[in-house]
């Protein structure tokens, strides 16, 4: 079992920066892919950046690649994602997830465990 809370959201604004934090515990924290996706109200959830268990590999939507940055430690138990020239359509609750894929995925139902969300709201 692993457990996963995120951790630096809150409200900025157009053009600003926040940090995003993502700390997994458990047995077997260190052995997955780790990733973020986001949902806005009335919205999908959706993908947003992915990271394998190596931290060699990383994967962004185009909505965000060249103003996000994932990353991971040392450990391997803690995922950043640096959010650099906010806009209010970044607005919505960020999820950070973890996946026994190890390269990372894309895709959300690859997915086994979730944190509670975090809320980012970028105004105009």
């Known amino acids: 079992q692993v457990q996963v809370v995120e951790s630096g959201g809150g409200l900025v604004q157009a053009g600003g920066s926040l940090r995003l934090s993502c700390a997994a515990s458990g047995r077997t924290a260190r052995r997955y892919g780790m990733g973020w996706f986001r949902q806005a109200p009335g919205k999908e959830r959706e993908f947003v950046a992915a990271i394998s268990w190596s931290g060699g590999s990383t994967y962004y939507a185009d909505s965000v690649n060249g103003r996000f940055t994932i990353s991971r430690d040392v450990a391997k138990t803690t995922v950043s994602l640096q959010m650099n020239s906010l806009k209010p359509e970044d607005t919505a609750v960020y999820y950070c997830?973890?996946?026994?894929?190890?390269?990372?995925?894309?895709?959300?139902?690859?997915?086994?465990?979730w944190g509670q969300g975090t809320q980012v709201t970028v105004s105009s």
């Open positions: 997830a973890a996946s026994t894929l190890l390269a990372g995925t894309k895709n959300e139902y690859e997915y086994d465990y």
